[in-house]
């Protein structure tokens, strides 16, 4: 294992990626690491830095902060519940998908009880009989299905 890392580090170089370099704010290092990639394929690399910000200009991006508390916050700011407020944009919806998640909550329990009760109480000394454990499986498959039919 240590003859691996010392190859890793003394035979391989590896780079950054240039979408993390420009996510960094390192424009320059990005267009070197797509230069370095390309002279590695044995491919000739035209970038320039201009085209780049020329590129990051048409796309509309900014002069956004780069630190990691920046992208941190960025990444939360995805998780917002604009999406889940819909849900309850009415009286109906919010009746509806209140009584869909307590099933649900109900179901989900129902299937963890069932599946403790399966491997507490099976007796495991018949394991090497498949039709022992398969009888075994199909009647707590039963209660499950049972309990989803009749709720």
Known sequence: MLVLWAIRFFVFKLIESPKYLMGRGK????????????NYNGK??????EDLRRA???AGAGNMETSARAAALRTVERFR??????????GRLAY?????II?????????C???DEFFTSFDWTCLPSVQCFHHHLVSVFHVIFDFTLNV
């Open 113 to 115: 009880t069932v599946l």
């Open 96 to 100: 509806s998908t209140t009584l869909v």
């Open 27 to 38: 424009d320059e290092e990005a267009v070197e690491s797509v230069h370095y990639i390309a």
């Open 81 to 90: 519940f604009e999406h889940v407020k819909a849900l309850f944009a009415t």
């Open 44 to 49: 000739q690399s035209n970038l320039t830095l």
């Open 56 to 58: 990051a200009a048409q």
């Open 103 to 111: 099933l649900w909550g109900m179901h989900a329990h129902r299937v």
